[in-house]
């Protein structure tokens, strides 16, 4: 089984930062996708951010501009840095590794934007 593990999480003010990291049990070069996803009380899980083994980024239209996805292949991790959050990013944000479907889950860290 591969293992994804998120961390970062946590209750910050609008307009505050926070950066998630996925660390992976295997090398991301296993994988063609590495990807941000989450889900608020009472709607589905979407997709955040994407990046793919050629290093192209695709981001939803709600976070582009201050979000931004990076890795660091080394490390075997997936960064998502989260800037100017908003109450309504208020989600458990979960990792996720793909080639081919259904891929491999993180098992989610709880973001909070709240004064």
């Known amino acids: 089984q591969v293992q994804l593990v998120e961390s970062g999480g946590g209750l910050v003010q609008p307009g505050g930062s926070l950066r998630l990291s996925c660390a992976a049990s295997?090398?991301?070069?296993?994988?063609?996708?590495m990807g941000w996803y989450r889900q608020a009380p009472g709607k589905q899980r979407e997709l955040v951010a994407a990046i793919i083994s050629g290093g192209s980024t695709n981001y939803a239209d709600s976070v582009k501009g201050r979000f931004t996805i990076s890795r660091d292949n080394a490390k075997n991790t997936v960064y998502l840095q989260m800037n100017s959050l908003k109450p309504e990013d208020t989600a458990v944000y979960y990792c996720r590794a793909w080639t081919s479907l259904p891929g491999y889950w993180g098992q989610g860290t709880q973001v909070t934007v709240s004064s």
């Open positions: 295997k090398s991301i070069f296993s994988f063609n996708n």
